[in-house]
């Protein structure tokens, strides 16, 4: 444990540069022994960044060299805004369907329009999380529930075989959605279209990568690149068999440039960026907790958005695209002995040498070896044991999941995307309008007052009703609220003379649930029934206040605990009900 690594968050008041470049302030308290490991890692690290910057630069609908430029500057980027210590970022499986489906429409076929709609996407994705950084809304994410993760990235995944395994075979399927492009790769099949050439290179560098996965520190993407690579270059199978291959990529690093395409597409360009940021860093809060709990570090995801989005932006302006965390390359950089964010660097220094150096070694690589790359990749993004668990325990969280991957698959991936963020906003509503509610007793034997439907055996005082609400009380849930209030008391089997609401769990009140407490309490005066509240939260007593409901009840209507509540009534014996009353009015 002698390496580990603890961070504490800066201190209030400490430098902005801290804060803000935790990098920086790493550096300060870098040891020289983690030198030799994080050369060695970034070294390592290299050998997979090269085959799947290319690969998803593809993916993503631009050419291959500039999924280059977008590791180098994600890496450096995130290295002096990124808290934390080991996690690579740089293109990503996981967004390729994403910017493929902003890109491919706004572009037209034109490579450097693609290029421009790409970088432009890279510069929104990496001002929207800038902006949620600095307004502290890294606990946005954790409003998707894990079903709904697992949906739209199996959607995502599957899109992106769908779009892949086409160039598997040395063709293109055409089509506007998922299931289109589908059909297309059948009638392709059907109609001899596959070169067999291009396909057993594909498929054996396929093979050859899920095979290595058996061992980690086999770098087995970068074994079937270059076989693949060596084989088309060695008997000029692109000329003799048509297999499509990367071709010369262009010499040197890409300059500093602000892209433009013009007004009337940044709307679209914007919607998904949204969508990327959105996944993003769903991704990336995720892998960072993961390595934080490793290292020993504390997660900031605020700090987290605003190194992701730094990331973003540096890809823009160097002619990039949006990029992730990569959960493929941190483990490999975990495995290569990385201590910091110095292991990055040392990856993006050697892609850019062999940007400059080299060039010319990657015209060989076959397109088919590339498209192998991202389908090994997104068959890790698909997630089907842990989805069986969740069918066993409770099955409308599964069929969820698969609605969200069946939206992805069918309606696109941005348009599946906000399919899941309302799915996740309709599940947050539905807990909060369909709460669970209770009357309680007393059971002989037990401390507190429990739920009767569960404890059948359990007492209730003559005239008392104990009525819990297990959720806020705002506008969704306002009208069920009184509902089940007035059918408890109706339901009673004596006369009620009380009505005590067990308000612990009742964390919020809006102004229609307060103007709803105001109806119900008139309504139970009526029958001469006094409303009071146990265990109310002081929050929750201010915002009372606020609304003159305070006031309204009184102090005394106010317990701390239920048994303060239940003394209370039977030291007052309760208000006398009206002979001409019926509770049953009340409903």
């Known amino acids: 444990m002698a390496d580990r690594i603890v961070m504490a968050p800066p201190r209030a008041g400490a430098a902005g540069w801290r804060r803000w470049l935790p990098g920086l302030a790493l550096l300060r308290g870098y040891r020289a022994e983690w030198l030799r490991h994080d050369l060695a890692a970034g070294l390592v690290l290299t050998t997979m960044l090269v085959p799947v910057g290319i690969a998803y630069a593809v993916a993503s609908g631009v050419p291959g060299i500039y999924g280059l430029y977008a590791t180098v500057a994600a890496l450096l980027a995130y290295a002096l805004f990124g808290p934390s210590r080991i996690m690579v970022l740089g293109p990503d499986s996981s967004l390729a369907a994403l910017i493929l489906a902003v890109v491919l429409p706004l572009s037209g076929g034109d490579p450097q329009r693609a290029v421009a709609v790409a970088a432009t996407m890279a510069l929104a994705v990496g001002l929207i999380c800038i902006a949620a950084g600095v307004a502290r809304l890294g606990f946005f994410t954790d409003l998707l529930s894990k079903p709904i993760r697992y949906g739209y990235m199996n959607g995502i995944a599957i899109v992106v075989l769908i779009a892949q395994v086409p160039k598997l075979c040395g063709f293109s399927a055409h089509g506007d959605t998922p299931p289109e492009q589908a059909l297309d790769f059948v009638r392709g099949l059907l109609d001899g279209r596959a070169n067999p050439v291009t396909l057993a290179i594909g498929a054996a560098a396929l093979a050859l990568i899920l095979w290595a996965r058996r061992w980690p520190r086999v770098p087995g993407m970068l074994i079937a690149v270059v076989a693949a690579t060596a084989v088309v270059g060695g008997f000029e199978l692109d000329e003799r068999a048509g297999v499509g291959v990367l071709g010369t990529l262009p010499q040197g690093l890409p300059a500093l440039a602000l892209p433009w395409i013009g007004w009337a597409d940044l709307p679209t360009v914007f919607t998904g960026a949204v969508a990327v940021a959105l996944v993003a860093f769903a991704d990336t809060s995720v892998l960072s907790r993961t390595y934080a709990l490793r290292s020993g570090q504390r997660v900031d995801t605020n700090q987290e958005l605003i190194g992701l989005g730094a990331a973003n932006i540096a890809c823009g302006l160097f002619q990039g695209f949006p990029i992730s965390s990569s959960s493929s390359r941190t483990p490999v950089a975990e495995a290569a002995g990385s201590k910091t964010q110095a292991t990055g660097v040392v990856?993006?220094?050697?892609?850019a040498a062999l940007l400059i150096g080299a060039p010319a070694l990657l015209e060989n690589l076959p397109g088919s070896a590339l498209a192998a790359v991202v389908i090994a990749s997104v068959i890790g993004l698909i997630e089907w044991r842990d989805l069986q668990r969740i069918r066993r325990i409770q099955a409308w969280e599964f069929w969820l999941a698969i609605g969200c991957?069946?939206?992805?698959?069918?309606?696109?991936?941005?348009?599946?995307i906000a399919l899941a963020v309302v799915a996740a906003v309709i599940e947050f509503l539905w807990d909060g309008w369909r709460p669970h509610s209770a009357v309680l007793g007393k059971v002989d034997g037990i401390d507190g007052f429990h739920d009767i439907a569960r404890h059948p055996e359990a007492t209730r005082e003559p005239g008392l009703v104990l009525f819990r609400w297990d959720a806020p009380l705002f506008f969704a849930n306002a009208e069920l609220f009184q509902d089940r209030v007035l059918q408890v008391v109706a339901e009673s089997p004596t006369p009620v003379r009380w009505v005590v609401v067990a308000a612990e769990p009742v964390t919020s009140v809006d102004v229609t649930a307060a103007d709803m407490l105001a109806e119900l309490d008139q309504a139970l005066?009526?029958?001469?029934?006094?409303?009071?509240?146990?265990?109310?939260?002081?929050?929750?007593?201010?915002?009372?206040?606020?609304?003159?409901?305070?006031?309204?009840?009184?102090?005394e209507a106010?317990?701390?605990t239920v048994d303060e509540a239940v003394r209370a009534y039977r030291a007052a014996g309760g208000p006398e009900p009206d002979p001409d009353s019926d509770p049953k009015l009340l409903r």
């Open 347 to 351: 990856g993006a220094l050697a892609v």
């Open 405 to 416: 991957s069946a939206g992805v698959i069918v309606f696109g991936a941005i348009e599946g």
């Open 525 to 555: 005066q009526n029958a001469w029934i006094e409303l009071c509240f146990a265990e109310m939260k002081g929050p929750v007593k201010d915002k009372l206040k606020r609304f003159g409901l305070f006031a309204r009840f009184g102090r």
């Open 558 to 560: 106010f317990f701390p």
